[in-house]
């Protein structure tokens, strides 16, 4: 089973079931939206076996600009909090699935292949077959763990490898 206090910061062995589990999210999104046509995705570390992981499904959806209005009100329906525009990048949208104090999933949701929609299927694609990447990445998120228990934190020092790592994965 997912999902993880919103006030604690827990890394956990990666759990086979939680392909699962997001392949029941991805076909609740679907059965919802009916004819509207999207692309969802298995994204983060949840969707990479070597990596341990905090126990939130990451998805990403591409969907057209017309596709959007249906997608949020289906997400809505299911539960998600939508919440907007993502930080400020365009064509970029975000909601999250929690209930009470337990976040289950975490949506960003796209309207263009943009370069981070490339970016984040291409990092997951990378580390899925770049075994000694991904133990790069492992090694990094368990060291931060031992001694972090600020998610924002861990969070920060996370991105800030993974903004040098990239240039390695885009060239994979």
């Known amino acids: 089973m ?3 206090r919103r006030d ?4 956990l062995r990666h759990d086979a079931n939680w392909k699962e589990d ?3 999210e991805k076909g609740r999104i679907s059965q919802c939206l009916g004819d509207v046509r999207v ?4 994204i983060g570390s949840t969707a990479i076996e070597t990596i341990h992981a905090k126990p939130i499904l990451d998805i990403a959806i591409l969907s ?8 949020v009100r289906c997400l809505v329906e299911l539960g998600y909090e939508y919440r907007g525009q993502y930080e ?3 064509d970029h949208y975000y909601a999250v699935r929690d209930e ?8 960003h949701i796209y309207t263009q292949a943009t370069r981070d929609w490339e970016s984040k299927l291409r990092f997951r ?5 770049d075994l000694a990447l991904a133990k790069e990445y492992n090694d990094l998120k368990l060291s931060l763990a031992e001694t972090i228990t600020d998610k924002k934190l861990y969070a920060e020092k996370k991105n800030s490898w993974v903004n040098t790592f990239m240039p390695k994965v885009l060239n994979s």
Request: a negative charge; hydrophobic letters at 40%; aromatic letters at 8%.
């Open 64 to 71: 057209n600009e017309a596709g959007l209005i249906p997608l």
């Open 2 to 4: 997912y999902g993880m």
């Open 8 to 11: 604690e910061l827990q890394i």
């Open 125 to 129: 694609d990378v580390l899925r077959r």
């Open 39 to 42: 692309r969802i995705e298995h």
């Open 22 to 24: 997001f392949l029941a």
């Open 100 to 107: 009470g104090p337990i976040r289950y999933c975490q949506m």
């Open 88 to 90: 400020e990048e365009t």
